[in-house]
């Protein structure tokens, strides 16, 4: 086995990286393609998601396989190779399937314990399959990483260790208000109708909103899924409109939550502002704003009082904010009120690979800035670049938070998309609460984690090591199928050599001879290809394959066809991610 991952995600990127790395479908089509056409890797499967964009190959060559997967994954992520180094991390062999298998337990998640990265993977494999870029080793992985995030569902408490996504944002939106109270009552808009915008509509009928009206490019969907909520049984009202009235709806609604495929904005500054009738830099209310209506809706206290907010914000607390934001400066929390982080300034990459970015004479060829770097120094980059980013996340929040959220929240948005749905911008706008992926980060920071982590932790260790196990046993299979092959052939020339010097035994006294002879080969096979079955499934066990092909002078091309066969059939009993 020589799995290879390249990636990078929450844990070793700021979120403007990864929202500009993001893949489109035509995107991860293509990568998937040029990276089975590159000369090192042989299978690829690409898993990106809103918080990581992972590249898994088998690979011939360790050193040839980052650079190109590396190489691949910044020309089709547009991010120049030079800029995207520093946050890359590297998994090889054993600890890249570790990390799989911690990704579909939902440990390397921004809320630990989701459980819709099982669908992720699940299309990812589903995806490699449907293109053939996914072979017999990536087959094994990513239903194995399936089968382990199932069973830490099944046999552990992850669940109580995090929540999904969406219950996550909402919590946030929600402040300190019980997620059932703050929703009562409120109208909801929700914008695109794939898996992560039906589980945000779902979620939102579940905490007992009273109307959601569903917003797509493709109006089919959209109403679908509005006929889906309506039979749910919780007695939301649901409705579809076009997109093109999204502007109009957001003037009736308090809660919108989005997530589209969309490369640009789906909702700007202006766009909300428009709807609440401000000023877009958030100064001055607009005077045609009429307070009272949304009143009526209100589930949290204050956040339906439309006519409080006239009297204007405070002007200085704003005037901070906007300053911040022109200066670039990183500003949010995670209520997804932006507010100053103070975050000191780390000590560099101990083994030097951040510097290579700004190394002249690397950074003119983005292959050069691999080049020399070896797995156990990449892996202890992405362990630096990871608590670095944890130790950033750490940081006390400064600011204003309290000021803000004694403002009433006139509209509350929670952008789930990546790249983002939503200008940041709009939370300068007075009676606006944003959350995003970059706040909820900050916020899974701060997030409990459970006991149960350390029963899944032992799942995933126990996992990896039998997956070792059963792909360095289903390495040597092959050879030991081809050496019975061999026996059973050297048996039938024999029989038949039986057959010409004595012609005149009968069929029974034949077929004896035969059965006898089959026993003894088989009697004397049988413990060495035992044996070496169990010495190959050991660490360090690869040997013996090669070792049992020099002793029985095997051909190795009746070895490589047992091969191309026993993939075959894999493949084929795998049919399509379950």
């Given at each position: 086995?020589?799995?290879?991952?390249?990636?990078?995600?929450?844990?070793?990127?700021?979120?403007?990286?990864?929202?500009?790395?993001?893949?489109?479908?035509?995107?991860?089509?293509?990568?998937?393609?040029?990276?089975?056409?590159?000369?090192?890797?042989?299978?690829?499967?690409?898993?990106?998601?809103?918080?990581?964009?992972?590249?898994?190959?088998?690979?011939?060559?360790?050193?040839?396989?980052?650079?190109?997967?590396?190489?691949?994954?910044?020309?089709?992520?547009?991010?120049?190779?030079?800029?995207?180094?520093?946050?890359?991390?590297?998994?090889?062999e054993d600890r890249a399937v570790?990390?799989?298998?911690?990704?579909?337990?939902?440990?390397?998640?921004?809320?630990?314990?989701?459980?819709?990265?099982?669908?992720?993977?699940?299309?990812?494999?589903?995806?490699?399959?449907?293109?053939?870029?996914?072979?017999?080793?990536?087959?094994?992985?990513?239903?194995?990483?399936?089968?382990v995030g199932k069973r830490a569902?099944?046999?552990?408490?992850?669940?109580?260790?995090?929540?999904?996504?969406?219950?996550?944002?909402?919590?946030?939106?929600?402040?300190?208000?019980?997620?059932?109270?703050?929703?009562?009552?409120?109208?909801?808009?929700?914008?695109?109708?794939?898996?992560?915008?039906?589980?945000?509509?779902?979620?939102?009928?579940?905490?007992?909103?009273?109307?959601?009206?569903?917003?797509?490019?493709?109006?089919?969907?959209?109403?679908?899924?509005?006929?889906?909520?309506?039979?749910?049984?919780?007695?939301?009202?649901?409705?579809?409109?076009?997109?093109?009235?999204?502007?109009?709806?957001?003037?009736?609604?308090?809660?919108?939550?989005?997530?589209?495929?969309?490369?640009?904005?789906?909702l700007t500054g202006d766009d909300?502002?428009?709807?609440?009738?401000?000023?877009?830099?958030?100064?001055?209310?607009?005077?045609?704003?009429?307070?009272?209506?949304?009143?009526?809706?209100?589930?949290?206290?204050?956040?339906?009082?439309?006519?409080?907010?006239?009297?204007?914000?405070?002007?200085?607390?704003?005037?901070?904010?906007?300053?911040?934001?022109?200066?670039?400066?990183?500003?949010?929390?995670?209520?997804?009120?932006?507010?100053?982080?103070?975050?000191?300034?780390?000590?560099?990459?101990?083994?030097?690979?951040?510097?290579?970015?700004?190394?002249?004479?690397?950074?003119?060829?983005?292959?050069?800035?691999?080049?020399?770097?070896?797995?156990?120094?990449?892996?202890?980059?992405?362990?630096?670049?990871?608590?670095?980013?944890?130790?950033?996340?750490?940081?006390?929040?400064?600011?204003?938070?309290?000021?803000?959220?004694?403002?009433?929240?006139?509209?509350?948005?929670?952008?789930?998309?990546?790249?983002?749905?939503?200008?940041?911008?709009?939370?300068?706008?007075?009676?606006?609460?944003?959350?995003?992926?970059?706040?909820?980060?900050?916020?899974?920071?701060?997030?409990?984690?459970?006991?149960?982590?350390?029963?899944?932790?032992?799942?995933?260790?126990?996992?990896?090591?039998?997956?070792?196990?059963?792909?360095?046993?289903?390495?040597?299979?092959?050879?030991?199928?081809?050496?019975?092959?061999?026996?059973?052939?050297?048996?039938?020339?024999?029989?038949?050599?039986?057959?010409?010097?004595?012609?005149?035994?009968?069929?029974?006294?034949?077929?004896?001879?035969?059965?006898?002879?089959?026993?003894?080969?088989?009697?004397?096979?049988?413990?060495?290809?035992?044996?070496?079955?169990?010495?190959?499934?050991?660490?360090?066990?690869?040997?013996?394959?090669?070792?049992?092909?020099?002793?029985?002078?095997?051909?190795?091309?009746?070895?490589?066809?047992?091969?191309?066969?026993?993939?075959?059939?894999?493949?084929?009993?795998?049919?399509?991610?379950?």
């Amino acid at each position: 086995m020589s799995l290879l991952v390249v990636g990078l995600s929450h844990r070793s990127a700021p979120v403007s990286v990864l929202e500009r790395a993001s893949l489109s479908a035509d995107a991860k089509t293509k990568l998937l393609h040029d990276t089975l056409a590159a000369e090192p890797a042989a299978e690829a499967a690409v898993l990106a998601t809103c918080n990581r964009i992972e590249l898994y190959a088998d690979v011939d060559k360790f050193h040839a396989g980052v650079a190109e997967l590396s190489t691949l994954l910044a020309q089709h992520s547009g991010v120049a190779l030079e800029e995207l180094t520093p946050y890359l991390y590297v998994h090889y062999e054993d600890r890249a399937v570790h990390h799989l298998f911690s990704v579909a337990c939902g440990l390397d998640s921004m809320v630990v314990g989701e459980g819709q990265i099982l669908g992720q993977i699940k299309d990812a494999l589903a995806r490699g399959q449907e293109l053939h870029t996914a072979g017999r080793l990536i087959n094994d992985l990513f239903q194995q990483a399936l089968r382990v995030g199932k069973r830490a569902h099944s046999e552990t408490g992850i669940d109580r260790a995090g929540q999904s996504l969406v219950t996550f944002g909402l919590e946030q939106l929600a402040v300190r208000v019980p997620v059932q109270d703050w929703a009562a009552g409120k109208r909801a808009l929700v914008i695109g109708a794939g898996s992560m915008s039906s589980l945000a509509a779902a979620t939102l009928a579940r905490v007992g909103v009273a109307e959601i009206v569903v917003a797509n490019r493709t109006a089919e969907r959209a109403e679908r899924l509005a006929e889906i909520l309506v039979a749910s049984g919780t007695g939301v009202r649901a409705s579809a409109v076009p997109m093109s009235l999204v502007a109009d709806e957001l003037t009736r609604v308090d809660v919108v939550v989005s997530c589209t495929g969309a490369t640009g904005l789906v909702l700007t500054g202006d766009d909300v502002a428009g709807a609440l009738g401000s000023d877009p830099a958030g100064a001055v209310p607009h005077p045609r704003l009429r307070p009272g209506p949304r009143a009526s809706n209100a589930g949290e206290g204050g956040s339906g009082e439309a006519g409080s907010g006239a009297t204007g914000p405070d002007a200085e607390l704003v005037a901070r904010l906007a300053a911040l934001a022109a200066g670039g400066q990183r500003i949010a929390d995670a209520g997804a009120v932006r507010s100053k982080v103070a975050v000191e300034e780390r000590d560099g990459c101990p083994v030097g690979v951040d510097a290579l970015a700004s190394d002249p004479a690397r950074s003119a060829d983005g292959r050069a800035a691999l080049t020399g770097v070896d797995a156990s120094a990449l892996e202890l980059h992405g362990t630096w670049a990871d608590q670095g980013e944890a130790a950033a996340q750490r940081q006390p929040r400064k600011g204003a938070r309290n000021q803000v959220d004694a403002q009433p929240v006139r509209l509350a948005l929670l952008d789930l998309a990546m790249p983002r749905d939503i200008d940041a911008a709009v939370h300068r706008i007075p009676g606006v609460r944003l959350v995003d992926i970059e706040s909820l980060a900050e916020a899974s920071a701060d997030a409990p984690m459970a006991a149960d982590v350390d029963a899944v932790r032992g799942i995933v260790a126990e996992e990896v090591a039998a997956f070792g196990a059963a792909q360095r046993a289903a390495h040597i299979t092959p050879t030991v199928v081809a050496l019975r092959a061999m026996a059973a052939e050297v048996v039938a020339m024999e029989v038949a050599r039986l057959d010409g010097r004595v012609p005149d035994l009968d069929e029974r006294q034949r077929a004896e001879v035969t059965q006898t002879v089959r026993r003894v080969v088989d009697k004397l096979l049988h413990a060495p290809t035992v044996r070496v079955k169990q010495l190959a499934s050991e660490p360090g066990g690869a040997g013996y394959a090669e070792a049992l092909r020099e002793l029985f002078d095997l051909d190795p091309q009746t070895v490589a066809s047992v091969s191309r066969a026993d993939a075959a059939d894999k493949n084929d009993d795998s049919g399509r991610a379950s």
